[in-house]
């Protein structure tokens, strides 16, 4: 039988953090008495993120995969959503664990939507520490032009807080190209163009110190991975048609609706 929720948790030279986030996830899967999984795909780690992991894994209710090289966050996330089975699946970056407190509500609003995205942009979130104006002026610009370039109506496509649906997982990662940073909003623009529902939800946040992502080394990569995507979207969309019937009634005002100029987000305190 297929667990309630799967929670997948890509890490990357994440000893500081991975054990936590794992621990925290458990307890709170365990309060509600559900049945579960927690999968964490190492992406070739380098420093002691795996061996952090091993008196945590039981290897049937939380596990670790492991890339032999590194292969990029969304190949990892891609890995680990495919490899499980709950009905909800829930992508968690391993700094994440503030986070957790926001899920609930995830749930509840998963009732009527196939993904519900974390966000730190809208109503409701509550970001703990902020990055430096500087940097959110660039986070800013960044996230805009990849709104744009995919018509994606979300205000913020990059948390690492979001939960889908079995049916949407399987569909969106399943079709997915881009195994680099850029990969979230593919995601999406699959989950929409296929006629899924996404909702965003206010979360829990606390930036971390000494991101990683540095906006002018990833420019020129991500542009080039939106041009895949967008075609890649449209080759997904003509291979499902008809996969989804109860669903082609509302398909063309999905499309419609995801087709209209995206509102610019604002700089908000991420």
């Known amino acids: 039988m297929a667990p309630w929720m799967s929670v997948v948790i890509p890490a990357y030279n994440e000893e500081m953090t991975v054990a936590g986030t794992v621990s925290a996830a458990r307890a709170w899967l365990q309060e509600r008495g559900a049945s579960y999984e927690i999968v964490v795909v190492d992406n070739a780690s380098t420093d002691r993120t795996v061996e952090v992991l091993k008196p945590l894994l039981d290897g049937d209710r939380v596990r670790l995969l492991r890339n032999e090289v590194n292969r990029g966050k969304g190949y990892s996330v891609r890995r680990g959503m495919l490899d499980t ?5 829930l992508m968690c970056d391993a700094d994440c664990l503030p986070s957790l407190a926001s899920l609930g509500e995830m749930v509840d609003l998963i009732e009527d939507a196939d993904v519900v995205i974390g966000s730190r942009n809208v109503a409701g979130s509550r970001v703990d520490k902020t990055q430096p104006l500087r940097r959110r002026l660039a986070s800013w610009n960044f996230l805009n032009l990849c709104r744009l370039a995919m018509s994606e109506p979300s205000r913020d496509i990059f948390c ?3 939960l889908f649906r079995s049916e949407v997982a399987d569909a969106a990662f399943g079709h997915q190209s881009i195994e680099g940073w850029a990969f979230d909003i593919e995601i999406l623009a699959l989950a929409r163009r296929l006629g899924f529902t996404v909702r965003e939800a206010g979360i829990v946040w606390n930036d971390r110190e000494g991101s990683r992502l540095a906006m002018h080394r990833v420019l020129i990569p991500v542009i080039r ?3 895949q995507a967008r075609r890649n979207v449209r080759r997904a969309v003509k291979a ?9 009634r509302d398909r063309a005002l999905t499309a419609d609706a995801a ?3 995206p509102e610019p987000a604002r700089p908000s305190g991420n």
């Open 85 to 89: 089975t709950g009905e909800l699946r």
């Open 160 to 162: 690492g807080f979001k």
């Open 225 to 227: 991975e939106l041009v």
């Open 240 to 248: 499902e048609r008809g996969r989804f019937p109860r669903r082609d």
């Open 259 to 261: 087709d209209a100029t």
